[in-house]
C-alpha cells in the first residue's frame, strides 16, 4: 500500500539504498552518494597525528553500512577508536545559483568533516542528521573532496542504545555500529530557502496550521503551502508574505467535503507543496505529505481522532544479522512493519535508536502507531545508587535533533525520550533529574500536540508526565494478573529496585518513581518469552543435570518447553492486559531474535518461529479498553 506521488524517484540505480532519505522534505536537485568511498580504521584514534587528512586511505567501504556490517565489505566487529573516510564528488554543472548542502543521516559517534582540507562540519551524537554547507568551496561542476572522521570512543559515556560496551554481544547487548550507518546525500539549495517545515493537523478545526523557517527574509516575497488529494487536486492553499517573520506562518482549512483522517489501518494522506516566490519567480520549493488526524488525552484515556483505540505495539530494535542497524534495503523496512502486521500488532515502539525515517514514512503509508525513542543506555554505572546515571547535555541536543526531524509524521503518537532510567529517589537533585526534566520540556516545547512520557519504565521523575508506563516480564500468566491487578484503585505495578544497595547520598528511598496521578497507563514491555526450538532439546537436558538452563542464548525467565507451552504463556499474559479496561496498550517485547537474544515472534532473518495467525487471533479480540463507555 505505497503512495508512489509520495515517494520520489531515485536518481541513482547502482548504489545501495538509492532512495530519497527525507521523503517529507524533498526538493528536486539532490544527489544519492552512498556507494564505495575510501576507508581506514584508526583503532588508537591517531589518525590526525599520522596525516590520514592527507594521505590516501588503506581500504573501501560500502556506505551507508557501518564497517562492522557485512554489506559494507570490512565486517570488522573489534573496538575501533576512529574510522575515516573519503571520497571526491562533483557538485552538478546545473546547480547555477545554488548552494551545495551535504547530507549525513547519522553518523556515530563525533564527526567531524572537511572538504578540500577544510573543515566544514561538526556534530556529536549518532542517531540524528546534520548537514555542511561546502558554498564557497566548490561551485557547479566542480570536484571536491570529503574527508570525514568518525570517533566512536567505547570507554566514554554517551548515548548508545544497545550497542555493547565489552566486545563480546551479551544478553540485550548487540554489535556496535561505527562511523555512517545512514544516506549520505548533496543537495542544492537557493540562497534564500526554507530551512524546515512544521505541520501541525487541527482535527476540530479541519485545518493544518504550517510555519516554514526561511534562512533569510525575502522583501517583497510571498510563502504559498498547496494541500493536494492523492490524485494531485488541489484542496486548499493559502499564502503569506516573507517580508517580515523568519518563520513565516499560515493555515489551510480543508473543505468539509475532502475531509480524509489518517487512522489505523487507513491511512489517508494530503500532498503538500511548500512555494517560496519572488514576484514571479520560484525561489524554493519543497514537496511533503501530511495527514489529518488527533492525538488526545481525556482523563486515563489515550485517544486517537476522539476515540479509544487499544494499541496493540511491538517492540522493534531495528536490527539486521548483514548489516545491524542500517537496513539492507528499503523493502527491509517494509517487511518488518507487514511482519509486525501480521502477527496483529497496530503499531511498535522503535527502541533504544532513532530509526531511519524512511521507516517512518512506510508506517505513514500503512496507517502504523509510533511511538519516537531516543537511544539513551550507555551511560549507566558512573556511580552509587543514588547518581548512577549521568547523561550529559548532547541527550538534549541530540534528542531535539530527532524531534525536529521527525515531528510531522502522523504515525508518530508519542514521544519517549528516555529508556529505563533507574536511579532511586532522595533528598538531592541529580543530573538525571536536570536531563530527565530538561528532555521532557524541551519535547513538549517543540511539539505540544502529542503526548510525551519522561521516561519508559523504571524512573519516571517528572510529575506531570502526559503518560505513565511499567515494564515487566513476569513469566507466569496468574502472578502477572495479581501484579497488575491495582492499576483499578490507581495504584499500577511499578518498577522498584530489587535490592537498594548503596545510595551513596543521604535519605534514600525505595523507590525510582514519583507517585502516579493518575494518567494513562500501559505497561510499555512484556513478554520476552523466551523460544528457540533447534535449542529446547539441548536446554530441557541441561535443566535435568544441572537443574538449570545454560543455552548460549538468551530471554527472560524460563524458556518454554515446547512451541504449545509458548501459546499459552503468550495467551496468558497477552489475555491480562486485554483484559484490563483501564489499560490503554501495551508493547511486547519483541518482533524479531537479535543475535543472541532469543525472544522474538521471528527468528533474526525474519523467518517465522511460530503460527502467526494463531498470534493474530490471540491479539484481535476487543480489548476491554475498547468497551469502555464513559
Request: with cysteine; proline share 6%.
Amino acid at each position: 500500500m505505497t503512495l508512489p506521488a509520495f515517494d520520489p524517484p531515485v536518481t541513482a540505480t547502482d548504489v545501495p539504498r538509492p532512495e530519497h532519505p527525507r521523503p517529507q522534505f524533498v526538493r528536486k536537485n539532490w544527489v544519492n552518494l552512498n556507494g564505495a568511498w575510501d576507508f581506514e580504521i584508526d583503532r588508537s584514534d591517531s589518525g590526525l597525528d599520522r596525516g590520514l587528512l592527507e594521505r590516501p586511505l588503506n581500504s573501501t567501504i560500502t556506505v551507508p553500512f557501518a564497517p562492522e556490517a557485512e554489506l559494507s565489505g570490512i565486517g570488522d566487529t573489534d573496538f575501533m577508536d576512529a574510522v575515516w573516510y573519503r571520497r571526491r564528488i562533483t557538485v552538478p554543472a546545473g546547480w547555477t545559483g545554488l548552494r551545495p548542502i551535504l547530507h549525513f543521516g547519522a553518523v556515530d559517534y563525533d564527526a567531524t568533516v572537511w572538504a578540500n582540507g577544510t573543515e566544514v562540519a561538526r556534530h556529536r551524537g549518532g542517531f540524528t542528521p546534520f548537514d555542511a554547507d561546502l558554498s564557497g568551496i566548490a561551485a557547479p561542476g566542480d570536484d571536491v573532496e570529503i574527508t570525514v572522521r568518525a570517533r566512536d570512543l567505547h570507554g566514554e559515556v554517551q548515548a548508545r542504545g544497545k550497542q555493547a560496551t565489552w566486545y563480546a554481544n551479551t544478553h540485550c547487548q548487540y554489535t556496535r555500529t561505527t562511523g555512517i550507518w545512514q544516506t549520505v546525500w548533496l543537495e542544492g539549495v537557493p540562497p534564500t530557502a526554507v530551512t524546515r517545515i512544521q505541520v501541525t493537523p487541527n482535527l476540530a478545526g479541519r485545518s493544518f496550521s504550517v510555519t516554514a523557517p526561511l534562512s533569510a527574509n525575502l522583501p517583497g516575497g510571498t510563502l504559498t503551502a498547496t494541500l493536494t488529494d492523492t490524485d494531485g487536486r488541489t484542496v486548499a492553499e493559502a499564502s503569506v508574505g516573507t517580508a517580515y517573520d523568519l518563520a513565516p506562518s499560515l493555515v489551510l482549512t480543508v473543505p468539509a467535503e475532502d475531509v480524509r483522517i489518517w487512522d489505523v489501518g487507513d491511512p489517508q494522506l494530503y500532498g503538500l507543496e511548500i512555494s517560496l516566490r519572488n514576484g514571479g519567480a520560484e525561489v524554493d520549493q519543497v514537496r511533503s505529505y501530511t495527514a489529518l488526524r488527533s492525538v488526545g488525552i481525556d482523563g486515563n484515556s489515550f485517544r486517537l481522532n476522539g476515540r479509544r483505540v487499544f494499541q496493540r505495539l511491538v517492540l522493534d530494535q531495528g536490527y539486521w544479522p548483514e548489516s545491524l542497524m542500517t537496513a539492507p534495503s528499503d523493502q527491509a523496512l517494509i517487511d518488518d512493519i507487514e511482519l509486525s502486521l501480521a502477527a496483529g500488532f497496530n503499531g511498535a515502539r522503535l527502541h533504544q535508536k532513532v530509526f531511519e525515517e524512511r521507516f517512518l514514512f512506510h508506517a505513514d503509508m500503512r496507517g502504523y502507531l509510533v511511538w519516537g525513542e531516543f537511544g539513551d543506555w550507555g551511560v549507566s554505572g558512573q556511580g552509587p545508587m543514588g547518581a548512577n546515571q549521568k547523561p550529559d547535555a548532547s541527550f538534549i541536543s541530540q534528542w531535539l535533533e530527532a524531534v525536529q526531524r521527525d515531528i510531522n509524521h502522523p504515525s508518530i503518537v508519542g514521544w519517549c525520550p528516555l529508556n529505563e532510567t533507574h536511579q532511586v529517589l532522595h533528598d538531592r537533585i541529580t543530573v538525571l533529574d536536570d536531563v530527565t526534566r530538561a528532555m521532557f520540556l524541551a519535547t513538549k516545547l517543540a511539539d505540544p500536540s502529542r503526548p510525551v512520557i519522561d521516561a519508559s519504565g523504571y524512573s519516571h521523575r517528572v510529575p506531570e508526565t502526559d503518560v505513565y508506563d511499567s515494564h515487566s516480564y513476569e513469566q507466569d500468566p496468574e502472578a502477572f494478573r495479581t501484579e497488575q491487578q491495582g492499576l483499578a484503585e490507581g495504584r499500577p505495578f511499578l518498577n522498584r529496585p530489587a535490592t537498594l544497595g548503596e545510595i551513596g547520598l543521604p535519605h534514600g528511598q525505595t523507590e525510582y518513581s514519583v507517585p502516579y496521578a493518575g494518567q494513562p497507563f500501559f505497561v510499555s514491555e512484556y513478554g520476552g518469552i523466551w523460544w528457540n526450538e533447534k535449542e529446547a532439546a539441548q536446554a530441557e537436558q541441561e535443566r535435568k543435570a544441572v537443574g538449570s538452563d545454560q543455552a548460549d542464548s538468551w530471554g527472560y525467565g524460563d524458556r518454554v518447553r515446547s512451541e504449545e507451552e509458548f501459546y499459552a504463556r503468550f495467551a496468558g499474559l497477552t489475555n491480562v492486559l486485554l483484559d484490563d479496561p483501564n489499560m490503554f496498550g501495551y508493547c511486547y517485547t519483541q518482533l524479531t531474535d537479535v543475535f543472541q537474544e532469543k525472544n522474538g515472534l521471528y527468528d533474526f532473518k525474519r523467518g517465522d518461529k511460530f503460527d502467526v495467525d494463531r498470534l493474530r487471533r490471540i491479539q484481535q479480540r476487543t480489548a476491554a479498553y475498547e468497551q469502555r463507555t464513559d
